[in-house]
């Protein structure tokens, strides 16, 4: 089982949250990352209050990490999901599907510990590693 990582949850990692380490460690080699999870967290470190220190703890993370880019597949993914809530009444934040959608299209479980934002994405399979 491989996993897409939420911005939340890198952040936790990013700050040192021990429950995350611990499933960072464990699962190791199966880990993802997609571009929007990654600009979201250099949006965070390039910040003008930020220290230097967390650019490098992120470049780091991300050398650790397989990095999905936003293709074809996932935006016709994207287009698939938003048309159909958008029918039923029941949007998702558009920067979380795309998210949701690049978990969807490579068969990857989503962790976030912002599972409410995800629950109206059919066939997405989510976990949360800060729940414990």
């Keep these: 089982m491989s996993f897409l990582l939420d911005t939340d949850i890198c952040s936790a990692y990013l700050k040192g949250d021990h429950r995350v380490g611990k499933r960072v460690e464990q699962y190791g080699g199966r880990l993802y990352v997609s571009a ?53 009444g029941a949007p998702t934040p558009e920067m979380d599907l795309l998210i949701a959608s690049t978990a969807l299209f490579h068969g990857f479980t989503l962790v976030t510990h912002n599972v409410g934002d995800y629950a109206n994405v059919p066939g997405l399979k989510v976990v949360d590693w800060l729940a414990t």
Excluded: C, M
Aim: no cysteine.
């Design 36 to 88: 929007v999870v990654a600009a979201e967290l250099f949006a965070w470190v390039l910040r003008a209050k930020a220290s230097p220190k967390q650019l490098q703890g992120l470049l780091d993370f991300l050398n650790d990490v397989y990095f999905l880019e936003l293709t074809w597949d996932v935006s016709h993914k994207f287009g698939e999901i938003r048309a159909y809530q958008l029918d039923h």
